[in-house]
């Protein structure tokens, strides 16, 4: 179905443009599937003008000026971890286990308790392999976190995190799902996935699981009838090509299972890992790759931007590139990005903040659950001088 976008329609007029690249403006506003020889030719050739005015036609074909938030916080229960990720600058490893974190079942309740009677609609539980917490472990963990708050919406670990978990205990990947739904898990965040090519695996993250388990494990999930989020880690050692072959593989995977609710594009940050010395993107290919994601990924309804890596600044930019939501408040509980050097050192924004946000980048901001039931539109809410400037 061919729908009128004048000013878009006028872009793909220009004398200058390349005929590859209008082939692709007009397959976007036929709304036909993008070929991974497509995705190529929008990395290789693809302006950051041209590539926004097409993922912003595709966000607001979508959702309008909608960008959804939610009120969240995250529990690290450690970063003690057995894997050698280069790129990360959070985890410790075992045998250095005294210079990181590790939290006792009690501890984590406690911080759950410490969001009694505040409207947060979910807990994000994401961290380090530590061997010593198992299946059994993580099953009490999220029955108490059950027991204490039915309403919070337990989003929990990612398929690195449940491929140990499960291989430890011996059950398999469908068995492990059931266990952790029943317990009370109802779904997963996306992180794991970095770049899936095996090619680049082996230089970043060798000894975690690959692309066909971590894709299995999200199959599962779905099966299960839980939702899942899906990650891409940019911007370091992968090329144009391991990107689209990343997006493909998804894109493929939700074909089939419908179970991803969005993909998030993570900008590698290098302070603090073994990779320190390459360089990172800057804001323009950020903002193209954005583009390029909501372009390609048309199967999946979310495309996030998470504030705490990239900054404020550039977050308000995604908007225009694609981006519909901008993930949570966070509250200041997630250490994964500001030990790798993000400019958020203590990620945290309340609500009127958020909004305000999306407002300024003339964006209509919607709170929303974990699974994308909207709970209030702020467009016309007024705030409080107090409500702006505090935590
Ligand atoms: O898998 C680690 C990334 C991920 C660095 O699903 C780094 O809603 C950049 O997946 N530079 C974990 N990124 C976090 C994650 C996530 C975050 C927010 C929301 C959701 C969701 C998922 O963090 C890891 C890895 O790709 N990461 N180190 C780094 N130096
Ligand atoms: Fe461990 Fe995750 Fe860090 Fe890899 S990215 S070393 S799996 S905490």
Redesign the pocket.
């Known amino acids: 179905m061919r729908q009128d976008y004048p000013a878009v329609e006028v872009l793909l007029q220009q004398p200058g443009l390349d005929q590859s690249l209008k082939a692709i403006g007009e397959k976007v506003l036929r709304q036909e599937r993008l070929t991974p020889q497509d995705g190529l030719t929008l990395f290789e050739k693809g302006d950051i003008g041209y590539l926004g005015a097409l993922a912003n036609l595709v966000r607001e074909r979508m959702h309008g000026d909608k960008t959804y938030f939610n009120r969240n916080f995250h529990i690290e229960p450690t970063?003690v971890?057995?894997?050698?990720?280069h790129?990360?600058s959070?985890?410790r490893l075992y045998k250095n286990r005294e210079d990181g974190w590790e939290l006792s079942i009690d501890q984590m309740l406690d911080i759950v308790k410490g969001y009694d009677n505040q409207p947060v609609t979910e807990v994000h539980i994401v961290?380090?392999?530590h061997p010593k917490m198992q299946l059994e472990f993580f099953v009490e963990l999220i029955q108490k976190i059950r027991a204490h708050r039915p309403d919070l919406h337990i989003k929990g670990f990612?398929a690195?995190?449940l491929d140990y978990m499960f291989r430890k205990a011996k059950v398999t990947i469908e068995e492990g799902m059931r266990i952790l739904n029943e317990a009370g898990l109802q779904s997963m965040p996306g992180?794991?996935a970095?770049i899936f090519h095996p090619d680049v695996r082996a230089k970043i993250?060798h000894d975690?699981v690959d692309a066909d388990g971590w894709l299995a494990i999200h199959k599962a999930a779905h099966k299960q009838g839980m939702h899942t989020n899906a990650t891409m880690l940019y911007g370091h050692v992968e090329n144009f090509e391991h990107r689209i072959d990343h997006m493909e593989r998804l894109r493929s995977l939700q074909d089939e299972t419908g179970g991803f609710n969005t993909f998030i594009p993570l900008k590698f940050r290098n302070k603090g890992n073994d990779m320190s010395d390459i360089p990172e993107t800057s804001v323009v290919e950020d903002l193209r790759l954005y583009a390029i994601a909501r372009l390609y990924m048309d199967n999946f309804p979310h495309l996030k931007a998470y504030w705490p890596m990239l900054g404020r600044n550039t977050a308000q930019l995604t908007l225009s590139f694609g981006v519909n939501d901008l993930d949570g408040t966070i509250d200041d509980t997630t250490k994964?990005y500001s030990m790798a050097g993000a400019e958020e050192q203590n990620p945290s924004m309340n609500t009127a903040q958020l909004a305000m946000l999306i407002r300024q980048a003339g964006r209509r901001p919607v709170e929303r659950d974990t699974v994308y039931n909207e709970i209030k539109d702020y467009t016309e809410v007024v705030f409080s001088d107090e409500e702006l400037l505090l935590k």
């Open positions: 970063n971890c057995i894997f050698t990720c790129f990360c959070y985890s961290g380090g392999v990612t690195v995190e992180g794991g970095e993250c975690k994964i």
